[in-house]
């Protein structure tokens, strides 16, 4: 995982988010037309009972999201309702939407060595969650990727709930 010129070599795509205007017309799409099936209803998230940061510090910001497992990985859609956070950028700077971040997950036992080789190579961090199931983090290839690009080092418990989600579907 030391590899410098690609420090996310070997992870396994775990998830595609798009920020929307409106959740519910996303998934009456992807549900209707791609035959996506399995969005529960969308949740209310906020950063602060997260201990969301953003660009280091936890601040308010609110947003409905719901994912489904779809081949592989699967697809959370957001929708930013209030506050501040990379969501409410993107969709400030894309009124229409459109996919925000991909993320990629590994054991979080791995996950400290990879968010290293990433700010070694001077990627920024927009935000990072520390969470019961998973440690993430969010850093800036808007750039490079034209999109953020998420870590995701998942918890013994996190590769449960991962488990019983595919298996829902």
């Known amino acids: 995982m030391s590899n410098l ?6 992870l396994e795509l775990a998830q595609i988010c798009w920020v929307v205007p409106d959740i519910h017309a996303a998934v ?3 549900t209707g037309a791609l035959g996506i099936a399995g969005f529960p209803k969308p949740a209310s998230m906020r950063a602060h009972e997260l201990g969301m940061t953003y660009y280091g510090k936890v ?11 779809n081949g592989g990985a699967f697809i959370e859609l ?3 309702v209030s506050g501040q956070s990379m969501f409410h950028d993107y969709l400030a700077r894309f009124p229409a ?7 990629f997950r590994l054991p979080v036992g791995g996950f400290d060595q990879v968010i290293h080789d990433l700010r070694e190579q ?4 927009i935000s990072e969650v520390d969470h019961p199931v998973a ?3 969010f850093f800036d290839t808007y750039q ?17 709930a991962i488990e019983q989600m595919q298996k829902a579907r």
Do not use: D, K, S, Y
């Not at 939407?97 to 991909?102: D, K, P």
């Not at 001077?122 to 961090?125: E, K, M």
């Not at 998942?154 to 590769?159: A, Q």
């Open 5 to 10: 010129n690609n420090p996310i070599a070997g």
């Open 28 to 30: 009456g799409f992807l």
């Open 59 to 69: 601040v308010v910001g609110e947003w409905l999201t719901t994912q489904a497992f």
């Open 78 to 80: 957001v929708q930013p």
């Open 97 to 103: 939407g459109g996919i925000q971040h991909i993320a």
């Open 122 to 125: 001077g990627r920024a961090i």
């Open 135 to 137: 440690r993430m983090a």
């Open 144 to 160: 490079t990727l034209g999109v953020a690009t998420e870590i995701m080092g998942i918890t013994p418990e996190g590769w449960i």
